[in-house]
């Protein structure tokens, strides 16, 4: 990040996500304390603002708390709250109007309809400052001498503190924040043991790619398990040791994330990773096949069932070959049918990061990302691509400084130039252009042939009804200038659900246009999904696997997207972006007569 102050690189990086939650902390403080209602309003707002902005806070930034005042909901005060969380890592504001607060009282406030003038109430009146003590006091009756409170209002909170618990104990994580952790762990754990380590790998959710997991499982193939497990024990990452035995240690990281660690005899390799990489519905099935064979198939291996003789498979790919199945692909193995496919050597030859030729989204300091065109092209050639599609948004949405006509124009001189570099190499004049609430599109048509492609997106009035927002996605993907439509549902990973779009609809004028689906890679969208994208597949939509990216760093996104394809069962023939830009080219709407 080049207009980062280096004093902020050693301080805590807030995430948006934890500075919208800081925000709704400092509101419910305010209204425990009773303090006027617009100030508690606005930082509320300022935290959905930051919460639903899908990039960086600082790229918006970049270096002046002004800039932040361009996203709605965001005044002078709290701009400056957010440049001295993003330089310094802390806020002074909060440390004052938090103290003497029980930090019990914010557990509270995670109960369902018990917002903060209940919890104000029950601490000022009954002294309930967390929630056993709350669960006490409801389970004894003594709620009910509070005003407007009665029985039912008891039996209300008690299931409330139920469905907290159980909404707590269920956050996963983007596969974005887990390969790179998991990637960590294995690299400490091959510097930290050496040759003590015959294989190691993640399996789990993780090698399957799920675009959330759980927990990460992770196996070692080592004849020497103290050493292994003691060694994993003393990471550096490690907050909590939840369990530590003779083959295996589980722990809570820094990160929150737990890692279940198990060492193997490098025998049982084969039917070990196959066995912890599930899916449990997957190793069900495989199972079922094993018996049917005369087969038990374990963790530990297969045994035959009659003479009860173990036949060990060291390679994972023994314990297919074995039951007559053709090696399944980790990404597949959800039990919806690959198991059959495998049987009758159908299973798609899934594509690959390698396949990819180019990227269609992505993002300079035209619009709202954090390096030139240049560097994003050189990083592009760097990665193996042979074209890098830029993509900055259009002037409809304000704050990711987008685009006006006389701009792209500009940017257009700046490409051309550029392209005069590279015989190998080529930047395409793309634009990520605004669908607008009502459905018409950013740029004139004049403006939208003079790009080379154009993909459309919705960013805003993203809560629309159904029927309204598939009505405008769909007038926008009828028009003749749109290539692609871009993260279609719009979800954020944990922070936004899909709009109500309905995908069917949107597949079916897709296909019958010739217009483009998206898989945005980005960490946070990963959108389609893998079950949408698996749909589009069996209607013959076109897919595009971008990276969204908004720096070199962002292109992992294109190794992201290609998990979800994988999961969805794609093929190269099914990525346009597999192809050479001048056959991509002649397949474009605008190009197709
Ligand atoms: P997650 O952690 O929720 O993202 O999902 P997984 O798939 O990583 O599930 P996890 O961590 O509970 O277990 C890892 C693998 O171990 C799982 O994918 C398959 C295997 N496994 C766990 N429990 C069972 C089970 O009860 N039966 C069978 N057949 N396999 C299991
Ligand atoms: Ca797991
Ligand atoms: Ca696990
Ligand atoms: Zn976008």
């Known amino acids: 990040m080049p207009k980062q102050k280096s004093s902020a690189a050693s301080e805590k990086k807030w995430t948006n996500l934890e500075i919208a939650d800081l925000f709704l902390r400092i509101a419910d403080i305010l209204e425990i304390q009773g303090e006027i209602v617009f100030k508690v309003i606005a930082y509320r707002r300022a935290a959905d603002a930051i919460q639903h902005l899908g990039r960086d806070v600082r790229d918006l930034w970049r270096g002046d708390a002004k800039n932040l005042r361009e996203i709605p909901g965001i005044g002078k005060e709290i701009a400056e709250k957010i440049q001295e969380l993003i330089t310094t890592g802390k ?25 903060p003038k209940t919890v104000k109430r029950l601490w000022q009146e009954l002294k309930i400052t967390d929630v056993a003590k709350l669960e006490k006091a409801a389970r004894a009756g003594k709620l009910r001498p509070l005003k407007g409170f009665g029985a039912r209002s008891e039996e209300k909170i008690l299931a409330g503190i139920e469905t907290a618990r159980r909404k707590k104990s269920s956050t996963r994580v983007r596969l974005g924040a887990a390969y790179p952790f998991a990637q960590e762990i294995v690299a400490a754990m091959r510097a930290a ?104 198939l374990s963790e530990w291996g297969f045994k035959e069932i009659k003479r009860d003789k173990e036949i060990l498979t060291p390679r994972e790919e023994d314990v297919y070959e074995k039951l007559g199945l053709q090696y399944v692909p980790p990404e597949l193995r959800e039990g919806i049918g690959e198991i059959a496919a495998a049987r009758t050597k159908k299973l798609p030859r899934l594509v690959e990061l390698k396949d990819l030729k180019g990227d269609l989204q992505t993002h300079s300091t035209w619009s709202d990302g954090s390096f030139s065109i240049e560097q994003m092209a ?52 793309g634009v990520e252009l605004e669908i607008r609430a009502d459905g018409t599109l950013d740029f004139p048509d004049d403006v939208l042939a003079g790009f080379d492609y154009v993909l459309v997106s919705t960013h805003s009035a993203l809560k629309q009804t159904r029927e309204k927002i598939t009505a405008r996605v769909v007038r926008a993907l009828e028009h003749p200038l749109v290539d692609i439509f871009a993260h279609p549902t719009g979800r954020l990973i944990n922070e936004r659900e899909e709009s109500a779009l309905d995908l069917e609809e949107v597949f079916r004028v897709a296909k019958a246009t010739g217009t483009i689906l998206e898989i945005d890679g980005a960490a946070e969208r990963l959108d389609l999904d893998d079950a949408h994208a698996r749909r589009a597949k069996e209607i013959g939509v076109p897919i595009v696997i971008d990276s969204d990216a908004h720096s070199p760093d962002g292109m992992d996104g294109l190794f992201y997207g290609v998990a979800m394809a994988r999961r969805a069962g794609l093929e190269l023939r099914d990525v346009v972006n597999c192809l050479e830009w001048e056959e991509l080219s002649k397949r474009l709407k605008r190009n197709s007569k």
């Open 193 to 296: 043991c050496g040759d003590a380590i015959q294989n190691i790998e993640p399996a789990g959710s993780l090698r399957r790619r799920k675009a959330t997991i759980g927990d990460l499982d992770i196996l070692v193939a080592s004849n020497a398990p103290k050493k292994i497990l003691d060694a994993f024990t003393q990471l550096p990452m490690v907050r909590d040791i939840n369990e530590k035995g003779t083959t295996k240690a589980s722990i809570l990281a820094q990160n929150g994330l737990q890692v279940d660690l198990r060492v193997l005899e490098p025998s049982r390799w084969g039917s070990a990773l196959q066995y912890f990489t599930g899916s449990k519905e997957h190793n069900v099935e495989l199972r079922q096949i094993a018996l049917a064979q005369g087969l038990s």
């Open 91 to 115: 806020l002074k504001y909060y440390a004052k109007i938090s103290k003497g607060i029980p930090v019990g009282i914010f557990d509270l406030l995670q109960i369902p309809d018990v917002g």
């Open 378 to 429: 050189e990083a592009a050639r760097a990665r193996g691509l042979k074209y890098l599609g830029v993509s900055d948004h259009s002037q409809g949405l304000g704050i990711a400084r987008g685009l006006t006509p006389a701009r792209v124009r500009e940017q257009w001189k700046e490409i051309d130039k550029l392209n005069k570099r590279w015989s190998d190499f080529r930047v395409l004049k």
